[in-house]
């Protein structure tokens, strides 16, 4: 599966998910574009969008982009509180439908 982990993840996670392409959004060159730019951007070269920005939802018409995003939900950002959901990450994965977000959490 190919992801997108969005520029305020770090981008030592991707090291986790074994078994997937993964890329962030500032090794696409798409660092500072918003939500819906870049979901349209995204939707053209990657199955998902991994990203902790709880609003994007309600911010976004999702059922408009051919994209999965995939929320995780942590005490923050860091690489530290992050680690602990890859299990739980790599099991929604497959799961995943297009043009829907799915929460992942403690």
């Known amino acids: 599966m190919k992801l997108l982990l969005d520029e305020c993840i770090d981008r030592r996670l991707a090291r986790d ?3 997937h392409e993964v890329r962030t959004v500032p090794q696409m060159g798409w660092a500072g574009i918003k939500n819906g730019a870049l979901l349209t951007l ?5 199955d998902a969008f ?16 051919n ?11 860091r690489l ?10 790599l099991l929604t994965l497959p799961a995943l439908t297009k043009g829907q977000a799915e929460d992942v959490g403690i």
């Open 67 to 77: 994209i999965a995003v995939l929320v995780l939900h942590a005490p923050s950002n």
């Open 42 to 46: 995204a939707e053209k070269e990657f």
């Open 80 to 89: 530290a509180d992050l680690r602990p959901l890859v299990p739980k990450i």
């Open 50 to 65: 991994i990203t902790v920005d709880r609003n994007l939802s309600f911010q976004q018409n999702l059922p408009e982009f």
């Open 17 to 19: 998910l074994a078994g």
